[in-house]
């Protein structure tokens, strides 16, 4: 019997087959796979970096929406929230700032 390691090494292998198989990357150069791999992970990197920092204020912000379709109000909890945020943002952009000054 396989130990997970060799299993799991050839599941990813297959995956990488099944992918190069199914965009055609097999038949390109190594420069241009090169190039192929390099805008994906590009491509694959922007969009979690935005999820990362844009998804919890959208989800705050669709929450808060559907609290006051229902209840009417903005709730407390939400506003504490959304100042904390935003205050914690601006003190991290001033001592980024006050560093950069340092440095510079």
């Known amino acids: 019997m396989a130990s ?51 998804l919890p204020q959208h989800i705050l912000f669709i929450w808060t929406r559907a609290w006051f379709y229902l209840n009417g109000e903005c709730p407390d909890a939400a506003n504490q929230a959304v100042d904390a945020l935003t205050t914690g943002a601006k003190e991290a952009a001033a001592q980024a700032a006050a560093t950069m000054a340092k440095e510079l």
């Open 4 to 54: 997970y390691l060799e299993r799991f090494s050839k599941w990813l292998q297959l995956k990488i087959y099944q992918f190069e198989m199914t965009f055609a990357v097999y038949i390109f150069t190594p420069v241009e796979k090169f190039i192929f791999y390099s805008v994906l992970f590009l491509l694959f990197s922007l969009v979690t970096i935005a999820t990362a920092l844009y």
